[in-house]
């Protein structure tokens, strides 16, 4: 069984900082990329946030670059997400992606991560449950 153990979220005030933790289990991709997309209060709609792939290539939406740092720990499989200099719109629930790297094959890179997508993000071939994230003004 594959399981996503996500955990990090909580309440926070601006400006403040937290970071998640993402941690994969039962699955047996030989490379892989993992990410964060999140789910603003009362919508359905998930925004990509942050990958990171098998050879640390990064993506960061812009409404995250140069606030959110995504880091991978590949001995215990992890996958953080600092976030830095928080903001009331950050508030939302954040959900851990992982998917097979596949690299430039398709033309592009990390292209079943949608930047924008339904939540859950099922585009992928497996994602958490989500850690809720509120930041007060």
């Known amino acids: 069984e594959v399981r996503l153990v996500e955990s990090g979220g909580g309440s926070e005030q601006a400006g403040g900082s937290l970071r998640l933790s993402c941690t994969p289990s039962?699955?047996?991709?030989?490379?892989?990329?993992m990410g964060w997309y999140r789910q603003a209060p009362g919508g359905n709609e998930c925004e990509l946030a942050s990958?990171?792939?098998?050879?640390?290539?990064?993506y960061y939406a812009d409404s995250v670059k140069g606030r959110f740092i995504i880091s991978q720990d590949n001995a215990k499989k992890t996958v953080y997400l600092q976030m830095n200099d928080l903001k009331p719109e950050d508030t939302a629930l954040y959900y851990c992606?992982?998917?097979?790297?596949?690299?430039?094959?398709?033309?592009?890179?990390?292209?079943?991560?949608?930047?924008?997508?339904?939540?859950?993000?099922?585009?992928?071939?497996?994602w958490g449950k989500g850690t809720q994230v509120t930041v007060s003004s």
């Open positions: 039962g699955f047996t991709f030989e490379a892989t990329d």
């Open positions: 990958i990171i792939s098998s050879d640390g290539s990064t």
């Open positions: 992606g992982v998917e097979r790297d596949y690299g430039d094959r398709y033309g592009v890179r990390w292209h079943l991560w949608p930047k924008k997508t339904p939540c859950p993000p099922s585009e992928l071939s497996y």
